[in-house]
DNA sequence: GTAGGTGCAAAGAGTTTGCATACGC
DNA sequence: GCGTATGCAAACTCTTTGCACCTAC
């Protein structure tokens, strides 16, 4: 999976360093979002000399580059981070455990042309996020 | 107009304050998000003594109550407020001049009930945010 | 009169930046 | 070796809170 990260940052015209490298395995390994913060602690367990500075400036700019994408939910006032993928996706988000799951597919891409056109606006991308409770929680939250 | 928002302070057993009622009307009057800044300085002209911590704290009060709605929309890091509103809507939102076009109806209920039942997820709400640019700005951006 | 609302000022949380040093190419 | 990446520390922005005074009911 590094190699395939090696490649992306390459393409980018990036340097291949070892915190980058670490920030996005960091994301790779986990199905949520993930807060600056929490990329941070994760990093630090691996490379104890890096600095929050570096983590963020990792993030923007693999935002920036689009390998990283910017995330803001209603689960955290914090901006959060995933890897960007290539399908389009939507989230089912959890309120109590904050588990993300991607749906493939959507549903509104003949809805949106309508109404764009409805309103003469010419739409460049869109969020639909679902909230609720997985099962688990809705099982726990029960008892 | 401010009658409309007494009455409802009043079934919340909210005080009718100078002040809360100015935040309403702020909000009524505009048809696009306002930040926590953008209302503290409209009601500043208004009501020259008033301080940010009482914006905050009626927006606060206000979101709790559900009379007004807390936004979280990728035009701004900061949070953003509309009044809430009891017909679901969904928005179109102009990354140019951040218009803000409420639109009526929703393409996703019966999508919504199919995805969260093959992922055996209790939905409780959705967000759906369409970005792009209105007319007006769609044309400018091209002279 | 009393409970709740407000103003002021300061603290917290999250984010961003400047600069000297270190490292990838 | 050159130019970019990093570490450290401090600044900045936005949000939140404590406390004394004031106002709606």
Redesign the interface.
Known sequence: MSQYFEKRLTEAGLKKTKHRLLVLNILNATKTFLSMDDIFNQAIKVEPTISFSTVYRILEMLSSHHIVKEV???IS?Q?LYELAHDDHTHH?I??RCHKV?H?EGC??HD??DA??SK?????????????????QC?TQQNK
């Open positions: 803001n939910v209603d006032k901006t089912l959890c309120l799951i749906v549903p509104i809805y949106q109404v764009a309103h003469n606006f010419t739409m460049t991308n869109h969020n639909l996020d679902f909230y609720g409770y997985c099962k809705e």
